[in-house]
């Protein structure tokens, strides 16, 4: 089994929203949410947790930190939302102790991946012959005790960067652990973004600019395609869309979500890196959350369409991973239906197998080509 490299979850906003707890396994957490209201308000079952990442193979993870802008709030549950770039950043620090809480006080389960030596340190473990995976949740009541396994990286990524203020912020996040930011998710003041199309602004360029300068990675998922694309013209710095489809095989779809050919081709050509998010919405034209048995429309070989559209393109496989979304705004009701889990991600591998995709490219889509990110945007300690 190669291991896996996941580009986005959201961990800390799942935690401060719901309270949900990543040692726990995904049924655990299921089961604790049944009877509430937490999976009909946004995400719907949880898809993973610590014993899931062990089963599939989940060696590192990229961890969101992110609010909602108070325009998009879907409702009043939705509590992690901010009207100012100041009540935005005071959200953006409380994921980041979110993240630091979770790796003190459960080191066994989660460590922070802010280096190369770091990552190295995790990835040793990984390197070790697998155990068995525990293949139910953990078994005290709380979910705390440790089983056997390795603990999962975290690699720390801003998603919208209305949590900088000043471009001296973005040493300060740098200095936290952040080593991505994706300036979108919504416009904002530097970028045009998801739903809100507009162009990189001045404020834009000089935020490049001071990311490029520390060597921090560029993130262009949620950028709209003309900021993103002039995104690509200019950083000379890693870059990567960490979650994101490419918008050709959606074709008549009006969302902005999705990168388009120019942008596939220029993160390519950037030697990036795009992870494909196995969100149905993203896989299929026109399905929809309303749909009945909407999980059962979509399989993974429509997620193996995307790699392989990006492969194509490339020439190679070494351009595309994953970048899962996972309880980000959708959860088990959303994803295609042989995934339970984010343990079923690893099913994706005898597809790729099948369609001609040899074992080197398999590892390297699966993680390798995330690694080779990593290596070239952590600082060495
Ligand atoms: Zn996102």
Redesign the pocket.
Same mark, same amino acid.
């Given at each position: 089994m190669p291991f896996f490299v996941d580009a %986005?979850q $959201?961990l800390a906003w799942n935690m401060l929203s719901f309270r949900r707890d990543y040692t726990r396994s995904a049924y655990e957490t299921r089961r604790r949410e049944k009877g509430t209201q937490i999976p009909a308000w946004n995400n719907g079952e949880c898809l993973m947790g610590w014993p899931e990442y062990q089963q599939g193979q989940i060696a590192v993870i990229f961890g +969101?930190l992110?609010a909602t802008p108070q325009r998009f709030q879907s409702g009043a549950w939705d509590t992690v939302a901010y009207r100012t770039q100041e009540e935005a950043y005071r959200w953006y620090r409380k994921n980041l102790d979110e993240y630091n809480r979770l790796v003190d006080q459960h080191s066994d389960f989660f460590r922070l991946v802010r280096s190369r030596a770091e990552l190295e340190s995790v990835l040793s473990g990984w390197a070790a012959p697998q155990e068995t995976p525990p293949s139910e949740p953990p078994g005290s009541e709380d979910g705390q005790t440790a089983r056997k396994g390795h603990p999962v990286g975290v690699v720390l990524c801003i998603?919208g960067a209305e949590c900088i203020r000043t471009m001296a912020d973005v040493e300060e996040w740098w200095q936290a652990g952040v080593r991505f930011i994706?300036p979108a998710?919504g416009g904002n003041l530097y970028t045009g973004g998801?739903k809100e199309p507009g162009p990189l602004t001045q404020a834009g360029y000089r935020l490049l600019e001071t990311m490029q300068e520390l060597g921090m990675g560029l993130d262009i +998922? %949620?950028m709209s395609p003309q900021s993103a694309e002039r995104a690509l013209d200019v950083y000379e710095g890693p870059l990567i869309a +960490?979650?994101s489809n490419p918008v050709a095989l959606l074709k008549e779809d009006e969302n902005n979500r999705h990168l388009t050919d120019r942008a596939v081709r220029g993160v390519i050509d950037h030697q990036g890196v795009i992870g494909i998010v196995p969100f149905n919405t993203f896989l299929q034209q026109g399905w929809s959350w309303s749909l009945r048995n909407g999980k059962d429309l979509v399989s993974l070989h429509d997620v193996v369409a995307h790699i392989d559209y990006v492969c194509q393109m490339a020439g190679n496989a070494q351009h595309v991973g994953f970048g899962t $979304?996972f309880d980000?705004?959708l959860g088990w009701q959303g994803v295609p239906k042989e995934i339970d889990t984010i343990a079923d991600m690893q099913k994706i591998a005898p597809l790729l197998a099948e369609k001609g995709y040899r074992e080197a490219d398999i590892a390297a889509i699966f993680g390798g080509n995330w690694l080779r990110i990593l290596h070239q945007t952590l600082p060495e300690r």
């Open positions: %986005h $959201d +969101s992110f998603e994706g998710w998801t +998922s %949620h +960490s979650h $979304d980000g705004g």
